[in-house]
């Protein structure tokens, strides 16, 4: 039997709604499988932590986190209690810096038995590497005055370390894909960075003269996601670009309710992260209509990523099973509750196994 330790942090808002929902599927996949046990310690970091203890963590969370295979979060932060960079930089940013969570994987496709809201949406299957460690999102900067006289000045980071290994992880992606590798820039606007960015895009590139490379402004790229997605393989994108895309690539998908993500150490020195693009939603918590799949299909990437892909894929299938039959949440137009949606995908992955 394969023991894996999984730290759980639901979070915050639905975060604690389909964490559990995950885990259910989760446990049954490692049934099916037989010889894979996970061991999971839930840990209750959140905003109302925070209340209680004015940090959303303790001091030694990371150290605590260290000795886990990996960790399974569901979403942070509740603007109403706590203002959202400090409930994300402290709990949600502090653990992807702390590991080294350098890459954060975000596919989106179209799935069987969805309708994307686009009204030709062709068969798109793309994948976007966010660069997930630095960029737009740094704590270099500061306020200075008051008043009219107010400046906030905010800088972005880009590490030619961290800039080359966001890439190198995309092209090694594509080739295992369809060999197409688009760079997210906007070397128009953006002075010093982007062109930054360009440069070493086409230094790695000439490691690898199989694929095929095309640099999109991300306005454009963001247009091209609506108009015509298929054309898209990998995306790499800086931080920000990466963050704001994968919440199109969810709407394209039907719902940002069902993407998943990983912020992976591929390094594997530390454990990685695997939460889904979604946040804690809080116009919708505590209703048990939320989506459980953006978290059910993140436990299928901590799967393949812990090397059990074939139960990963009977998970997706599983997932589109359902779809298929219409058990669909609100956010996809339909009518069933979260709970339900995850008994069928259950049932479903017997059938399959
Ligand atoms: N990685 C994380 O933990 C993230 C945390 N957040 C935090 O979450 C809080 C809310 O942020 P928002 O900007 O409202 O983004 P959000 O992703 O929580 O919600 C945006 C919209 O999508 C809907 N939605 C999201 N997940 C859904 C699901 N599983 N099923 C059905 N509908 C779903 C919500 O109801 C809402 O209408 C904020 O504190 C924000 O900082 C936001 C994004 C990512
Ligand atoms: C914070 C956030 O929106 C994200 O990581 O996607
Ligand atoms: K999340
Ligand atoms: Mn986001």
Known sequence: ???????????????????????????AAAEIHGGLSLQWSQFSWNCEYYLKHGQMMPDDGI?????????????????????????????????????????????????RGLESPLKNPKDFDLIVVRENSEGEYSEVGGRIHQGSDQI??????????????????????????????????????????????????????????EMNTTSTHIDALAAF?????????????????????????????????????????????????????????????????????GQIWTGKMMLDFMGYRELGELILGAIEDTLQAGVRTPDLGGRAKMMEVTDTIIANLKKRA
């Open 225 to 293: 996601f609506v108009m015509k997605p298929h054309i898209f393989d990998v995306i790499v994108a800086s931080n920000l670009f990466g963050d704001i895309l994968t919440d199109l690539g969810g709407a394209i998908m039907g719902s940002i309710g069902i993407a998943p993500a990983a912020n992976l150490n591929i390094e594997r020195k530390y454990p990685s992260m695997f939460e889904p693009v979604h946040g804690s939603a809080p116009d919708i918590m505590g209703q048990g209509v939320a989506n459980p799949i």
């Open 63 to 111: 150290d605590t986190l260290r000795s886990f295979n990996q960790i399974f979060l569901g979403a942070v932060g509740m603007p109403g209690l706590v203002p959202d960079h400090i409930s994300l930089w402290g709990l949600l940013i502090k653990i992807r810096r702390g590991f080294q969570q350098s890459i954060n994987v975000r596919p989106a496709k179209l799935l």
């Open 152 to 209: 906030a000045i905010q800088n972005a980071v880009f590490t030619r370390k961290s800039t080359e290994r966001a890439m190198r992880y995309a092209f090694d992606l594509a080739a295992e894909r369809r060999g197409h590798v688009t760079s997210a820039t906007k070397s128009n606007g953006i002075s010093h960075s982007m062109p930054f960015w360009d440069e070493v895009f086409k230094e790695v590139a000439v490691d690898y003269p």
């Open 1 to 27: 039997m394969n023991k894996y330790e999984i730290a759980v942090i639901p979070g915050d808002g639905i975060g604690n709604e389909v964490v559990p929902e995950a885990m259910r599927v989760l446990e």
